[in-house]
């Protein structure tokens, strides 16, 4: 036998429930979507954001290497007592600067290995295989051995670290970045 009131409640209960779960499902579904463009947009902050550090981190870099070469350049004539201390101190200034600036782009460069990859994080290691030398030079020889062709092949180097960086930003149609001025 059939239980005509069991049966007769089924359809019901369908008529009841059917809206809330149609209600339940959709706002399952647009959890998903939304969560989905949440973990998008983070993804993108986070390139964003370590992208930026790189470039800064090249920045300084590049800025005490520049103040390195510069406190090691030979004064001209016989510097005094009180000159020579001074000239000891800004050379001791500008390889503790070196090395903190230098310790800040290996971070920022491990970060981007992680989060950017591809053609930034090479440009990066180019950009320091480059510089690391350099520096080594001036800190060994204790005098300025940056010449002009160097400063260009650096400068060159950073340009390519900054339009791979627009890359990973997917900057477009930024503008061409300028060359070294030559009459530095």
């Known amino acids: ?18 809206p809330l779960a149609g209600v339940v499902l959709g706002a399952a579904l647009t959890w998903l979507v939304q969560r989905n463009e949440w ?7 986070l390139r964003r954001d370590t992208t930026l550090d790189a470039v800064r981190a090249l920045a300084g870099l590049e800025d005490a290497l520049m103040g390195l070469n510069t406190a090691f350049q030979q004064p001209k004539g ?13 050379r001791f200034d500008a ?23 591809g053609d930034l994080s090479k440009r990066l290691s180019e950009y320091f295989q480059l510089a690391l030398p350099h520096a080594r030079e ?38 061409e970045l300028p060359l070294l001025d030559e009459s530095n």
Request: hydrophobic content about 40%.
């Open 39 to 45: 973990g998008r947009q983070r993804r993108w902050e």
């Open 138 to 175: 001036v800190l060994t020889k204790r005098e300025s051995c940056l010449k002009k062709e160097h400063r260009k092949e650096l400068a060159l180097r950073g340009n390519a670290v900054i339009m791979a960086a627009r890359d990973a930003l997917g900057i477009k149609d930024a503008g």
């Open 95 to 117: 390889t503790q600067r070196f090395g903190e600036r230098s310790a800040a782009y290996k971070r920022a460069h491990i970060v981007i290995d992680l989060s950017v990859g």
């Open 78 to 90: 016989m510097p005094t007592e009180e000159a020579q201390v001074a000239l000891t101190s800004r």
């Open 1 to 18: 036998m059939i239980d005509s009131n069991n049966a007769s409640a089924t359809p019901n209960l369908l008529a009841v429930f059917g």
